[in-house]
């Protein structure tokens, strides 16, 4: 049988999993919260349970968390998207993304993505019968060249992919890289998929840039969030897609062939917690930023030298003082050997830059899991 994903194989999350599991490791690689959701969620979604909402949700979400989101937005972006025509609600942001991409790629189409990049961009695009085109960012600040980025458009060019905070690195795109985005897509006539998931873990006062905050990028762009990342429950798989009512109807046509609706109790749940926790989503970068820096100074005693992180859960780690293994093997040596499990960066590039020696480390963990890890890095 000829695959369609013939390069496709366990990724690398699952693989590092199973051998943190195999080892006993402490597991820092697989991005999740290892401490609990909030309790109103849990209870809200009982109730929601109890209550009887089992049964297929509306197709695009629940009205009231359409509305919900609607206020959210306008409140943390300052545009009000529409709530029957312009919000999709999607069994995580993974679903989010293959159906924007379905929706718009044709065969044959380009889509531009920015290495290193998180790994589902490219399946998608590939069951689309598009090719991924690889830009690579830079690499010691992970920011975009725009120019490389002009360069690598053709005319088949149909989308570019962007994400903001970014995973892996944690960096963020400025307002000057979107006023360059938007340039680019209008001049070329290319949609926008903005992976936003990590929206609200921003540190050290900086302002998420949402592609939701300009007019000329909106207008041509699908922009992704993810529950899972906001409220600390990867596992319940709940996101949803902005996008402008024609692209939302296109999305649409995709999400009603592959899932249908999301998980209806759910909606219920994250309804409730937007309309009277706001502050949960306000201060989850305070949050996450007493983590990241508890985490920093601990490393501070080890022979790993950490990079910034303006955002996002990830803190990735220079090796190279430790060892010129690169970096599959040393994260394999690290969990069999040491106990403490980390992802390797070159599987998030098509062609990772020679000699890097890169790890992430989740820092989404309790503080006796990150001491954990700790103990054991500190003995490298
Ligand atoms: N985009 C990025 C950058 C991610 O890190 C993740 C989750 N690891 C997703 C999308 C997928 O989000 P979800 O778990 O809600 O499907």
Known sequence: ???KLPNIGTNIFTQMSQLAAQHQAVNLGQGFPDFPVPERLIVALARAMNDGQNQYAMMTGTPRLRQAISDKTERCYGYRPD???????????????????QA??????????????????????ALAGGRSVHVPLDAQTFAPDWQRVRDAITAKTRMIITNTPHNPSGAMLSEADMH??????QQHGLYLLSDEVYEHIVFDGARHESALRYPALRERAFVISSFGKTYHCTGWKVGYAVAPAALSA??????????????HPAQAAFAEMIEQEPQH?????????????????????????????PGGYFQLVDYSAISDMDDLAFSRWLTCEHGVTGIPLSPFYEAAPDGQRLLRLCFA???TTLDAAIERLRRL
């Open 1 to 3: 049988m000829q695959s």
């Open 83 to 101: 709530a029957d025509t312009e919000i999709t609600v999607t069994s995580g942001g993974s679903e989010a993304i293959f159906n924007a991409v």
């Open 104 to 125: 718009v790629v044709q065969a044959g189409d380009e889509v531009i993505v920015l290495d290193p990049c998180y790994d589902i961009y490219q399946p998608a695009v």
């Open 180 to 185: 360059e985005l938007a340039g680019i897509v």
């Open 250 to 263: 296109e999305l649409r046509k995709v999400h009603q062939y592959n899932t249908f609706c999301t998980f």
């Open 281 to 309: 989503y306000e201060t989850l970068g305070e949050f996450y930023q007493q983590k990241r820096d508890r985490f920093r100074a601990q490393l501070a005693d080890t022979r790993l030298r950490p990079l910034p992180v």
């Open 365 to 367: 963990k309790s503080d």
